[in-house]
């Protein structure tokens, strides 16, 4: 195999303006060859031939040297010519060919030169864009159209375990035959771009909601770009929110002819062109600590094991634990502390810390629940209290036990998030109980709408289930979807495209139960229509049954805040209303203010005008050992 020769030497662009000269002066006849410049890197990259090539030299020339403006003038026989015409060309360098100039032409379609003018085509003047005369100049940089439309993607600092991973992924991939278009997909829209910067040594990022409207306008902006990501070595990512119409960047991907990288958190289509997706790796717990300590610095030390529990619990880039580290330095250590000992405030702070750093992105895809019950509020038989801190035991230790002790291999790394099923009448506790494990584990709970979710449109719901579980995962948060059998029940014979289309989405649930590493709660009133598959992937099925008297006699003792004014209440003939813990709550709050609008305490008789609302509301009647003691 022969050795590979040598790059030319790139001589600097004044060097081939005497030849330019010359032949001005005496046409093609003149001969000779330019030195080796710029202008043959950039016929090269663009795949111009000789005659290209001199076009370019000599619109260079014509927009650099003075004495060219008199050169033109003399040939077209007018004063104050700027730019050399198409008969010039043709006429005086050497090679001259029609198709050089065409609109189809490598310099006219790639935009390294446009007519200007009207009239005769051989009277209309070529003009240089203004990126490739700096790029001649080797002084590389963005058009003016460009300049509008992207931003460079900063190098970064701390490069995370996840993106480094991707970054290997990019640059493995970057180079293949046919240039397919990267999709990167997942969570951390700068950790994407940061590696795909990282990849390619140099990129530039375009939001998709700053391309035009027309068709035209983005096919000229496509080719645009294209030439000066050319020009300037660079690679281009198109960020692409997951909410907007994915129509926009498919006809960009299939105008734009270069190398290109699409960015979303969301899969989509991109047109006719090949597409490579690859997934933004997710950080485990081990890599995750070291990105906190980082962060942290010296605050480490102050926190001592707290940062193991964050980084299991919480996922986060380097940018947000350089925000809660800078957050963090104004926390005052706690006095008396011996060396070596965790500061309570600073953990605690650094906890809530990353509890509200996740809360934006959950905030506008579920409702979150800010009472906090402790568990002597949730009156339940100890078999069911039990299984709940089983459950609290699991989402404490979870990342012990799956990353430090290996168990995530044992499992494939399947099933590992933890999964409970809360199942019974209404008001038995089961929201209560998701509202007490969050207060225990000091996590927020949110509460998920599934008709928000659900949708007509074939793939949206999807969409949207993944959107809140990637969001939840970040945080660290307790998901709780309540009448969970209205997405989850029983999978129905495939029958037609609808039938289909369901079953696919209770499918895609199943696949993220299995893949969500947080605690995920799912209530419903009838066990019976959870489908069977489902119930064999959930790892706690808690039952809620209906309280029984002693049950209520210790909910009723509970209900009331101390600073409510009682007058004579008998606990043992209200736990005679065969009620559950929810219906106690509204007859005790309506019973509140019946009195607070009398101006007095709280006392049986409001009590029992309560309860009789809140029978009718049920739709059902006292009984007779519901009502014994009380007045008919």
């Known amino acids: ?31 000779g060859t330019p030195p080796y410049t710029e202008a043959d890197e950039v016929a090269q990259l663009f795949g111009l031939d000789a005659f290209g090539r001199n076009i370019l030299l000599l619109c260079a020339y014509a927009s650099l040297e003075p004495e060219a403006q008199e050169q033109l003038s003399t040939l077209l026989g007018a004063e104050g010519v700027q730019a050399p015409t198409v008969g010039v060309a043709l006429a005086r360098l050497p090679g001259a060919h029609w198709q050089a100039l065409s609109a189809d032409g490598p310099l006219r379609k790639s935009r390294l030169t446009a007519l200007e003018g009207a009239g005769a085509i051989a009277s209309r003047r070529i003009a240089l864009a203004e990126p490739v005369l700096f790029r001649l100049l080797d002084a590389p940089g963005l058009g003016p159209l460009a300049s509008t439309y992207l931003r460079p993607i900063p190098a970064g600092g701390t490069m995370a375990p996840n993106r480094a991973r991707l970054t290997e992924r990019i640059a493995a991939r970057m180079d293949l035959p046919g240039a397919p278009v990267l999709h990167l997909v997942g969570p951390d829209p700068d950790g994407k771009l940061q590696a795909f910067n990282r990849a390619v040594g140099g990129a530039y990022a375009m ?3 700053s391309l035009p409207a027309t068709t035209g306008e983005i096919m000229e902006l496509s080719e645009e770009l294209s030439r000066d990501m050319t020009l300037t070595a660079a690679r281009l ?27 979303s958190t969301e899969p989509l289509q991109v047109g006719r062109r090949r597409a490579l997706r690859l997934e933004m790796p997710i950080m485990t717990a081990a890599e995750q600590r070291p990105v906190l300590e980082t962060a942290l610095g010296d605050l480490n030390q102050r926190l001592n094991g707290a940062v193991s529990s964050i980084a299991a619990t919480f996922r986060m880039p380097p940018e947000t634990a350089d925000a809660i580290a800078a957050e963090l330095t104004t926390v005052p250590p706690t006095p008396d502390l011996k060396e070596g000992e965790e500061d309570p405030a600073l953990a605690s702070a650094a906890w809530e810390a990353c509890r509200r750093a996740a809360r934006p992105r959950m905030d506008d895809l579920a409702q979150r629940v800010d009472s906090a019950p402790d568990w002597d ?6 078999r069911q209290k039990d299984l709940l801190a089983g459950i609290a035991a699991q989402v404490r230790n979870r ?36 509202e007490v494990l969050g207060a225990a584990l000091d996590l927020d709970v949110y509460r998920v709408d599934l008709s928000a979710l659900v949708s007509k449109w074939v793939g949206e719901t999807e969409k949207n289930l993944r959107r809140v579980f990637d969001a939840a995962e970040d945080g660290g948060v307790i998901l709780q979807f309540d009448e969970a059998d209205a997405l989850f029940g029983r999978r129905s014979e495939v029958k037609d495209s609808h039938d289909r289309h369901a079953n696919i989405e209770v499918s895609y649930l199943l696949q993220r139960l299995e893949a969500y590493r947080g605690l995920c709660i799912l209530t419903t009133n009838m066990r019976d229509n959870i489908d069977e598959a489902f119930l064999r992937r959930i790892r706690f099925s808690v039952e809620f049954r209906f309280p029984n008297r002693s049950e209520r006699l210790a909910i009723w003792r509970r209900m009331f805040p101390k600073a409510v004014p009682l007058n004579g209440i008998d606990y043992d003939r209200l736990a005679q209303f065969k009620v559950p813990g929810g219906s106690i709550r509204n007859i005790a709050l309506g019973a509140t203010f019946l009195a607070a609008d009398k101006g007095g305490a709280v006392s049986m008789d409001d009590l029992l005008v309560a309860a009789r609302q809140e029978y009718d509301k049920l739709g059902r009647n006292m009984t007779d050992a519901e009502q014994a003691g009380w007045p008919r």
């Open 237 to 263: 990512a198109l960020v692409h929110v997951s909410t907007e119409d994915d129509r926009p960047a498919q006809l960009f991907a299939e105008c734009y002819p270069g190398p290109l990288a699409i960015v």
């Open 399 to 434: 990342a012990q036990v799956y990353e430090e002790w290996d168990f995530a291999q044992r499992l494939q790394n399947k099933g590992l998030g933890v999964s409970a099923l809360f199942s019974g009448p209404s008001g038995a506790g089961k929201s209560m109980a998701g």
């Open 207 to 209: 939001n998709l909601q």
């Open 1 to 31: 195999m022969s050795a590979r020769s040598p790059a030319p030497q790139v001589s600097p662009l004044p060097e081939a303006f005497g030849l330019v000269r010359d032949w001005l002066d005496n046409g093609p006849e003149a001969g």
């Open 377 to 382: 509020d949730l009156i339940l038989p100890p």
